[in-house]
């Protein structure tokens, strides 16, 4: 084991990742400056796309949760009848100028009954719980509000940039950690659902990788 590693942080608890997102300068990087120009734009939107492409998902409830300040806003319109955003950080709602119905809440915690989703979209949320049992608390919620789907980014464990961190070749991320695709296939069935499909940006090459979910228990219209 690298010394990078050995001294590595311990995984952060859930409310110390929330308080991270509710500063207003951190809204305002988000909003206007993290996802700047055409490629870092597109990074997340695109493979969120393909993913309700392939579930053949039309005019449907979708949450997007943690929604940000609203950057899949326009990938999922086209596929949605109504769109929720929800996030932890109200300075991040207050950016989403989508028009779309907007709600302050954890995702460990959603004010909603369940199935209340046909799809629950959950884009960069889960490489933040380092902890089996804080993913599988997340992942549970999400299932439960959805009729059926989810659709998750995660990070990917046989990454080359999770590679270098391990062995130490490249400075670790703090409390971020990137994930064995069957050790979240593991952490998805202990919350009730099933891996269906996974799709990556570029395989081995980008960290973030994209999990479809079904609901073992999927409700009927």
Do not use: K, N
């Not at 942080?9 to 110390?16: K, W, Y």
């Not at 004010?111 to 989703?117: G, H, I, K, L, Y």
């Not at 069957?182 to 499909?197: F, T």
Request: proline residues 4%; glycine residues 6%; contains cysteine.
């Amino acid at each position: 084991m690298s010394a990078s590693s050995s001294r590595r942080e311990p995984p952060a608890r859930p409310e110390e990742i929330a308080s991270r997102w509710r500063e207003s300068e951190t809204a305002e990087h988000y909003a206007a400056g993290r996802w700047r120009g055409g490629r870092p734009r597109e990074r997340d939107p695109r493979p969120v796309r393909a993913c309700l492409e392939t579930l053949g998902v039309r005019d449907a409830t979708i949450l997007d949760v943690p929604s940000g300040t609203g950057r899949l806003a326009g990938a999922l319109s086209r596929f949605a009848r109504r769109r929720t955003a929800v996030d932890v950080a109200r300075e991040m709602l207050a950016r989403d100028s989508s028009g779309d119905a907007r709600i302050a809440a954890d995702a460990a915690r959603l004010p909603f009954m369940d199935a209340s989703f046909d799809v629950v979209v959950s884009c960069r949320l889960l490489h933040h719980l380092g902890a089996a049992d804080a993913r599988r608390s997340v992942l549970a919620e999400l299932l439960r509000v959805s009729r059926r789907f989810v659709v998750a980014s995660y990070w990917d464990a046989s990454s080359w940039h999770a590679w270098r961190r391990r062995v130490g070749l490249r400075a670790d991320r703090g409390t971020r950690r990137a994930v064995a695709r069957r050790e979240l296939a593991a952490d998805v069935e202990a919350a009730g659902g099933r891996v269906i499909a996974v799709r990556y940006s570029f395989r081995f090459v980008s960290q973030q990788a994209f999990v479809v979910i079904e609901r073992r228990r999927s409700v009927d219209a």
